[in-house]
């Protein structure tokens, strides 16, 4: 095979370096941004899934976050010790947990509505842009779980 055959080797033409690179940038903007609600990047998607629905099990939470529960259940744990949301095991079912956010956990959504409009104007996009950049990184995640799923190392 030829190197166009295979693709270069070169740092600046690999996708996933620019996919890295953006992401870094991003993450750390968010840092600063959610720095004064004393939450990290990963406790605010936590949040962001609950104020879309509360009362969730862990289960459709990790779902909805592609994270499982070994990631996901210190996050809880430490949002909880936070007083913004309450885990309660299903009576039941034991196994099943149901995450609710608190009133604290609630009222913190006003102040996390600040952050969006910061992150659209760093990125320099407008809304359809936006948009159109939100699509096109899901069809590559769909794209990319789907090949690796059927990928067969030769």
């Not at 104020?51 to 259940?73: F, H, I, M």
């Not at 309450?86 to 009576?91: F, I």
Request: charged residues 25%; proline residues 4%; hydrophobic residues 40%.
């Amino acid at each position: 095979m030829t190197s166009e055959e295979t693709g270069s080797l070169l740092l600046d033409d690999q996708l996933c370096f620019g996919l890295y690179s953006a992401s870094r940038a991003v993450t750390s903007l968010y840092r600063t941004l959610l720095e004064p609600l004393d939450l990290t990047y990963p406790q605010y998607l936590v949040m962001l899934a609950l104020w879309e629905q509360d009362r969730q099990q862990v289960k459709e939470l990790g779902a909805a976050l592609s994270l499982d529960s070994g990631t996901l259940s210190p996050l809880l744990k430490r949002l909880e010790k936070a007083g913004l949301i309450t885990r309660e095991r299903q009576a039941d079912d034991e196994r099943s947990v149901r995450i609710q956010l608190t009133e604290e956990g609630t009222a913190l959504r006003a102040k996390a509505e600040r952050i969006p409009p910061h992150i659209a104007a760093a990125m320099n996009l407008s809304t359809a842009e936006l948009g159109r950049m939100r699509a096109a990184m899901d069809q590559l995640t769909t794209s990319v779980n789907a090949y690796r799923e059927s990928y067969q190392p030769r």
